[in-house]
């Protein structure tokens, strides 16, 4: 149980390009979903949290208007990387837990990530 | 803010050896600690989660241990296997603040050889 699908795995775009990459729960509702930013040998690092229905909170130093945060329904939450740039090539993963607030026991499940390459 | 420290940062071991991998925070005050398994390419796999109140939890050969008192976490893995191989993340959610967020360490990168 608790599987987190997250696509595409791999994407190579042109500079300029906007991508879009999903993160499903597929068997469980995801009241709260995060998105990690991961660089090499590197720990990830959280950009953003959403709870489903609301806006997404960012953490200090991420662009919003960048980094498009969705989470429209308890098992979808999308994350559009706007007008990509090589800067932004890095490995993104999206976590999903169960359970509302901030003080949840329930863990986190993580999505298998993104490997994002902008050319 | 939390600081999450793990060391070794690589550890290779032959088939069958008992190990140990060490996690340390820095703010003692946190909700629960979680470890994580990550292979190369790949998101986070969950390991087990301790409760600030427990001292240990257990799952198959792996067991995780908790002093909150002195920001300390084991994983012990018995009977290592080749495919226990890869990058094992601690991470804390603190209690204080902003409590609903995981801070991880960089990880331990264990390579298990037959």
């Known amino acids: 149980g608790a599987v987190v699908s997250q696509h595409p795995s791999w994407v190579i775009c042109k500079s300029g390009t906007s991508v879009k990459i999903e993160c499903r729960s597929l068997?469980?509702?995801?009241?709260?979903m995060f998105w990690y930013r991961q660089f090499p040998k590197q720990s990830l690092m959280l950009m953003a949290t959403?709870?489903?229905?609301?806006?997404?909170?960012?953490e200090q130093g991420v662009e919003k208007d960048k980094f498009l945060i969705n989470h429209a329904s308890l098992t979808l939450s999308t994350l559009t990387v706007t007008s990509a740039h090589p800067e932004d090539s890095s490995f993104y993963i999206c976590?999903?837990?169960?359970?509302?607030?901030?003080?949840?026991?329930?863990?986190?499940?993580f999505g298998d990530g993104t490997r994002l390459s902008i050319l | 803010k939390q600081e999450v420290t793990q060391i070794p940062a690589a550890l290779s071991v032959p088939e069958g050896e008992n190990l140990v991998l060490n996690c340390s925070f820095t703010d003692s005050a946190i909700y629960n600690l979680q470890w994580f398994r990550q292979d190369p390419g790949k998101g986070l796999t969950s390991l087990l989660l301790i409760q600030s109140s427990q001292r240990e939890q257990t799952s198959g050969r792996l067991n995780a241990s908790l002093d909150k008192s002195s920001g300390r976490s084991t994983l012990y893995i018995a009977a290592s296997q080749p495919g226990d191989s890869a990058t094992y993340l601690c991470a804390v959610r603190s209690s204080g603040g902003s409590n609903y967020k995981l801070t991880f360490g960089k990880g331990t990168l264990l390579t298990v050889n037959p």
């Open positions: 068997d469980f509702q995801a009241t709260t």
């Open positions: 959403s709870n489903e229905g609301s806006k997404a909170t960012y």
């Open positions: 976590s999903a837990r169960s359970g509302g607030g901030t003080l949840s026991n329930q863990p986190q499940h």
